[in-house]
């Protein structure tokens, strides 16, 4: 099979083409320093051509109100750039709960590309993860004052982005769900007790302080941003700290 992997060479996109690739299949990336433009449209119709399937691993610029600008526009054009070039399948990766959380607009954003692609006219598959591993020193920094680190106590179920690209590749080879493939790291912590395992291991000896007003998941209620009956990944979060 031919796969069409926009975003191809970011922290999913680069493991989802090197998986799909060593499967057999054929897996192209497309971004923009490759002509790829996914608001203006450029270079889509030569990245659909031929391909089998489009996994759209893009992703907003920004995490406010202008993302969901961005997920319209980048998925109005995919979807007719998909439709022209007869594509089979159109893969996505959402989050976990993303659309239990109106108040943040990234989120209401990311729930508009499911919505979109749901009502397109190609068939589909949705893979829903947890937080990443690899944002949670992001998340971190950006509640981080002086020798104090204010978090939540929301609760999060945090997942390799290997393990990500590993579900993603999976579902783009198969037929399509018409739905939604949820995945999950295999522990639930507390946002507030992640950051003090994190800092411990690095021997960072900042403070967490637990904060319910603290930084964007402080509008996440309850426990929406986990799934107990989610796939569960295999890393757990020690062994990929280490």
């Known amino acids: 099979m031919k796969f069409a992997v926009i975003g191809g060479t970011g922290l999913i996109g680069s493991q989802v083409v090197k998986n799909l690739n060593a499967a057999g299949h054929e897996a192209v990336p497309h971004s923009q320093a490759s002509g790829s433009d996914v608001i203006s449209g450029r270079g889509l119709d030569q990245a659909a051509a031929g391909a089998d399937v489009i996994i759209n691993l893009t992703n907003s610029p920004t995490f406010d109100e202008a993302s969901l600008a961005f997920f319209q526009t980048s998925m109005d054009n995919l979807l007719a750039a998909g439709r022209k070039a007869g594509v089979g399948h159109f893969v996505i990766l ?21 919505d979109v692609l749901a009502a397109g006219p190609i068939p589909y598959s949705i893979v829903r993860a947890t937080q990443f591993m690899e944002f949670i020193d992001a998340v971190l920094s950006w509640t981080a004052d002086g020798d104090t680190v204010r978090l939540p106590a929301t609760p999060i179920q945090p997942i390799a982005a290997k393990d990500v690209a ?77």
Do not use: C
């Open 94 to 114: 959402s989050i976990v709960g993303v659309d239990q959380v109106p108040e943040l607009d990234y989120y209401r954003a990311k729930k508009l590309q499911e």
């Open 166 to 242: 590993d579900a993603v590749a999976e579902v783009a080879a198969g037929a399509p769900l018409g739905g939604i493939h949820n995945i999950a790291g295999p522990e639930i912590f507390p946002l507030d007790e992640l950051g003090r395992v994190t800092l411990a291991h690095k021997s960072d000896g900042r403070t967490v302080v637990t904060d319910p007003t603290a930084g964007m998941f402080a509008a996440v209620q309850g426990d929406v941003l986990t799934d107990k009956d989610a796939h569960l990944a295999p890393t757990r979060y020690a062994d990929w700290l280490s």
